[in-house]
Structure formats: C-alpha cells, structure tokens
C-alpha cells in the first residue's frame, strides 16, 4: 500500500511538472488536455525521448501542427532537461513563496473562513487566486461580513463565466486546428474556392449554419457580460470602488469575447463567399443540363413530325396506285 502511494505521489507531481511547464511557457489552454488525454503528463518521460520519438509525439499523438509551437516545445524541453531537479526546486520555491506572500496578507479570519488549503483542481486555485485579488482590492471598502458574502458571490459568478469563456476559446482552437470532420470541413470551405466542386454546395450551406449558431451563442453571451457590467453603475453613472475589480473582469471578458465573435463571423463570411460561388456554378450546371433537354426535346419532336410526314406521304402514294 505505501510503494503504491508513493508511486500516485511521484505521477501526481510529474504531472504537475508538465501542466506548470506549460502553464509557464504559454502552451496550457492550447495543449494540456491532449498532454493529459494522450498520457503525455509524465516529465520524465518526456525528457528521456530521443529527438525523433519527442517530435512524434508532439505533431502526431499531442497534434501539434503549427511549425513555430513545435520547434519551441523542443527547444524548451531540452533547455528543461539540462536543470534536472534544480528546476522541480525552481517551480516548488517558486510557488511556495508565492503562496506564502499571498497568505501574509490575508487576515487570519478571512483565511479559516475562505482560503482553501492545499488546492488541487483548477477552481480551487481559482478560488484562492480571486480571494487574494479581492482581499487587496476591496477588503478594506466593506465589512467583514459583506466581504465574505461578496467573495463566495464572486467565486461561483466568476466561475462559470470563466468556464463559458474557456469553451468558447476552444471554438478558435477547433477552427485552426481541430481533426474533427465537421471542423475540418470549415477550414475547407473557408479556403481557396479553385478546390471546391458542385458536390460541396450543400456541406459547405451547412457549416453556414453551424457557424451562424456558434456567432449566436457568443453573441448572446456578450450581451449578458455587457447587461451584468451596466448592472455595476449607479443612477449618478459611477461604480462603488468595491465593484472595480468586478468591472475590470467583465470588460476584460468582453474584449476576449468580442475577438472569438469577429473570427467566428470572418469563417462564417469566408465560407458564405463560396457558398454564393458553389450556387453559380451549381446554377450554371443546371442552365446547361435545361439546354441540353431542351435540344433533346427539339431533335425528338422534329423526328417525330418528320415520320409523321412520311407516313402521310405513303398513304397519298398507296391511294393513288389503287
């Protein structure tokens, strides 16, 4: 039983060796789910791949596609195996200093009452992260009880804000780099049009669709953002100092929103484009098709009369030579 908790122990940290890895260089919300899907989480497996095995898993297993995120994971990744364990010793100092300076300033009752000790999952250290940023901000604008109650508002507020942003993110992710088909058909039809036949009018009228609801529902999330930032202001116009920090999370929300709804809309008016063009040439095929049978009608009914006319012709002849 203790060899088996002390190998969880070791996995546990090895894995959060890599989510910090990534989380430090930039590369967490892009790249730690596949890490984690693929069991990639294990740094020293990592560090321990030849050149060749670690590209591999990067592009093909991880799928990784951008040239310039690749070459800098394995640039990093050798950098991180030259420190070897000074560098675990890096991040745990690190973070533990940090933790500590934070806990400096909070007051003992705030700490027993909201700070969550040794947090594990992403909303617990979002929790205490919002805790601190609040504590400095606004503790001192309010009552000890009206701060509690404000902070466990925000948490659960922020929360799920956050959690709707981080899977509207992954609409940009998807369009640049999912293998999904239905998203692999978007990156199709929001190219070059020299590739596309008329077959492809109707898949292509689809993702039309399907991005139109995407635009929706970020769209409709903004419109929340906005009604809960004018929900901050006064009848005089203003924000209570204690609400700033809110304002500050709801504008910034709103800028990112707005960045995922102005791609969204360039796909959608990208792949509208070819649509109208698949729509010409389906069209134009059709126009051709209609003229064909038209003249296939004609030459048929010429034929027709033609040998109606002989017929008659032979009747008269018969007729005459009784």
């Known amino acids: 039983m203790e060899i088996e908790q002390d190998m969880n122990i070791d996995s546990t940290e090895s894995a959060n060796d890599v989510y910090l890895f990534l989380k430090e260089n930039n590369f967490l919300q892009l790249y730690w789910s596949s890490f984690d899907r693929e069991d990639y989480d294990d740094m020293k497996q990592l560090l321990e791949m030849t050149p060749d095995e670690l590209e591999q898993a990067l592009a093909q297993d991880i799928g990784i596609k951008k040239i310039g995120h690749l070459k800098r994971l394995k640039a990093l990744l050798a950098i991180h ?53 609040l504590f400095n901000d606004s503790y001192e604008l309010m009552t000890h009880d009206a701060f509690i109650l404000y902070v466990t508002g925000q948490r659960q507020s922020r929360w799920k804000i956050k959690q709707r942003l981080d899977s509207m993110r992954l609409y940009k992710i998807k369009l640049a780099e999912s293998k999904d088909g239905h998203w692999q058909n978007i990156r199709k039809y929001v190219g070059d049009q020299v590739m596309l036949t008329s077959k492809d009018r109707k898949p292509a009228e689809r993702c039309v669709e399907f991005m139109a609801g995407i635009i929706q529902e970020v769209d409709s999330f903004i419109v929340e953002c906005k009604t809960l930032r004018s929900n901050l202001f006064d009848k005089e116009n203003t924000v209570k100092p204690w609400k700033a920090d809110e304002l500050l999370f709801l504008e910034n929300i709103i800028k990112d929103l707005s960045a995922i709804d102005t791609k969204m809309v360039k796909a959608k008016g990208d792949i509208f484009q070819n649509v109208c063009y698949l729509r010409r040439r389906v069209l134009e095929s059709e126009a051709i098709q209609h ?32």
């Open 291 to 322: 003229d064909n049978s038209r003249s296939k009608r004609r030459m048929k009914e010429n034929k027709r009369k033609s040998s109606n006319r002989k017929e008659q012709r032979e009747a008269v002849v018969r007729f005459f030579k009784k």
């Open 81 to 133: 195996s030259t420190r070897g364990n000074s560098n675990e010793k890096e991040y745990e100092d690190k973070d533990a200093k940090k933790s500590s300076n934070k806990t400096q300033k909070l007051s003992a009752s705030i700490a027993s009452r909201l700070l969550i000790p040794n947090p594990i999952t992403e909303k617990h250290k979002f929790y205490n992260e919002l805790l601190y940023e």
